[in-house]
């Protein structure tokens, strides 16, 4: 991968990353626009282009998906400012092998070349690290049915940046999984995750939940306590169903994440604070900002980047792999062999329109590994298990 073009209109920077790899040994070309780009790919077919995603006449995911069209053989890896993630989504769906988020070292762009041993497809490539970040992310299971694929590649994309991240999605999707995702794949990974259930948190202790307290500060404050906050600094905050907090909360949330400082309640200093957040909810948030529950200034605030979860029933295509991984983890949890499920039970859990999602399904599980008697699964055992599970593809054929 020795035969680099670099796109890139601000000279000076294009400049910088000629000087740079052509010292490592690489033979590198610039170009500053598309028009230009579009000659020097025909003319050199170069091996890697490393391209800036806006350009001054045109686009460079118009670029990209114009050189796969034609050399299918070119990789290219976006570069791209935190601003433009979501067209960074895109042009990994168009073909592209990577992207590497503005302001970045030439050494970490570096990484990723020598990655590539070999000419190959991009195809192959995003193959090859779809299989890396899988190895790293073994105490997941990643579900392999388009939806999840795209909520994984807007984990890939966005956890290295310090964008807040707002996750929706049903209960029992799987929000705290990916919000846990995102902090293992971001720089703030050796720091702490302190995950908060907002719906559980009562308005007279938000304050002291989240800014923590000095002693005598109130009465019952017979200590000095961390908030969430300081106990979260330099790593991830993560605010779960965040549409239960009260208004005056979310006040003095906003403000907390705007001044980066909060002030533990009896304090006389505030204290600075670096801390990611990542929020979710099962709530339909506009409706809660037009009927005023909901304050429109937070709700920006916290979701400069969107994930949505699906739902499992429009994943049914993963239900099988999810039912296995469940049966692994419940065999270790609750000292059982239980070598599977017979096919008739399978195909009732891909019937079943699981309302609960990923939970119910692991919860059903667990059930069914608790009080199995044998090797196998049976769906005798689901009817006495779970006999709404056995009986919904009965109801539903009774109903058409």
């Avoid at 000076?12 to 598309?34: A, C, I, P």
């Amino acid at each position: 991968m020795k035969n680099i073009l670099i796109i890139e209109d601000v000279v000076t920077f294009g400049l910088m990353l000629k000087t740079w790899f052509t010292k490592k040994g690489f033979e590198v070309r610039t170009s500053l626009s598309v028009a230009d780009a579009k000659k020097e790919i025909e003319n050199a077919q170069p091996n890697l282009i490393i391209s800036d995603l806006r350009l001054p006449d045109g686009s460079g995911l118009d670029l990209l998906k114009w050189t796969k069209d034609k050399y299918p053989d070119i990789v290219i890896i976006m570069m791209t400012n935190y601003a433009d993630i979501q067209t960074a989504v895109e042009s990994i769906r168009a073909g592209a092998y990577d992207y590497i988020a503005k302001p970045f070292n030439p050494e970490q762009l570096l990484e990723k070349i020598t990655a590539l041993d070999s000419p190959t497809t991009t195809k192959d490539k995003k193959t090859s690290r779809t299989s890396k970040n899988t190895d790293s992310d073994s105490n997941y299971v990643h579900g392999n049915s388009l939806e999840y694929k795209k909520v994984y590649e807007y984990v890939n994309l966005v956890a290295p940046t310090n964008l807040s991240v707002f996750i929706k999605g049903e209960s029992g999707v799987g929000k705290e999984h990916i919000a846990r995702l995102i902090h293992e794949k971001s720089l703030r990974a050796s720091a702490p995750f302190i995950p908060v259930d907002c719906g559980a948190m009562s308005k007279e202790l938000s304050a002291s939940e989240f800014f923590g307290h000095i002693r005598g500060s109130f009465t019952g404050a017979i200590n000095n306590k961390k908030g969430h906050f300081e106990e979260a600094d330099g790593g991830t905050l993560f605010l779960d169903e965040i549409g239960n907090l009260s208004l005056d909360t979310q006040m003095q949330l906003l403000r907390a994440l705007q001044e980066k400082k909060i002030k533990p309640i009896g304090a006389n200093k505030e204290i600075p604070i670096d801390v990611r957040v990542v929020a979710a909810t099962n709530e339909d948030m506009e409706k809660a900002i037009a009927a005023g529950r909901f304050r429109s200034d937070l709700y920006h605030r916290v979701n400069e980047f969107v994930i949505e979860m699906p739902p499992l029933e429009k994943c049914k295509e993963d239900i099988v792999l999810f039912t296995h991984h469940f049966l692994k983890i419940a065999n270790g949890e609750i000292n059982k062999s239980v070598v599977g499920f017979d096919e008739e039970t399978l195909n009732l859990f891909q019937k079943y329109n699981w309302p609960g999602n990923i939970r119910e399904l692991k919860n059903v599980i667990f059930r069914l590994v608790l009080i199995a008697q044998e090797d196998i699964i049976t769906s005798e055992l689901l009817k006495e298990c779970a006999p709404n599970i056995y009986h919904y593809k009965r109801m539903e054929n009774e109903i058409h």
